[in-house]
Nanobody, 114 residues
C-alpha cells in the first residue's frame, strides 16, 4: 500500500522560506513514469497545483509559482521536498503531496504569520 506523509512547520514567518517534505512508503520515487506533485488549498479557494518532480528527478513548476519554488528529492530517504521562498500570508494553506493523480497525503496546515 502506497502512503505519503507531509512534514514541516505549521507556522512560518513572512518573507522566509517554507520547506515541506513528503515521505513516500510502499513505492519508490524513482519508479518509472510516476510524477510526484505538491498541491495546496488556501482558505476559501480551490486546489492549486504548484509543481512536480518526475521519476528521473526533473522538476516542473506552475508558472505562477516558478519564480519562488523549488522541488527536489532525496532518493536515499525516498522523500521529495517543496521550498517556497518569500512567503506571505496569502501562502497560508493546506499543503498536499501527491503520487500521480490519485494517491494523496493527508495534508499539512501551514500558516504564514508573524
Amino acid at each position: 500500500q502506497v502512503q505519503l506523509q507531509e512534514s514541516g512547520p505549521g507556522l512560518v514567518e513572512p518573507a522566509t522560506t517554507l520547506s515541506l517534505t513528503c515521505t513516500v512508503s510502499g513505492d519508490s520515487i524513482t519508479a518509472n513514469s510516476i510524477y510526484f506533485s505538491w498541491v495546496r488549498r488556501p482558505p476559501r479557494k480551490g486546489l492549486e497545483w504548484m509543481g512536480a518532480i518526475s521519476y528521473s528527478g526533473v522538476p516542473y513548476y506552475d508558472p505562477s509559482f516558478k519564480s519562488r519554488t523549488s522541488i527536489n528529492r532525496d532518493t536515499s530517504k525516498n522523500q521529495f521536498s517543496l521550498h517556497l521562498a518569500s512567503v506571505t500570508p496569502e501562502d497560508t494553506a493546506v499543503y498536499y503531496c501527491v503520487r500521480g493523480v490519485s494517491i494523496w497525503g493527508q495534508g499539512t496546515q501551514v500558516t504564514v504569520s508573524s
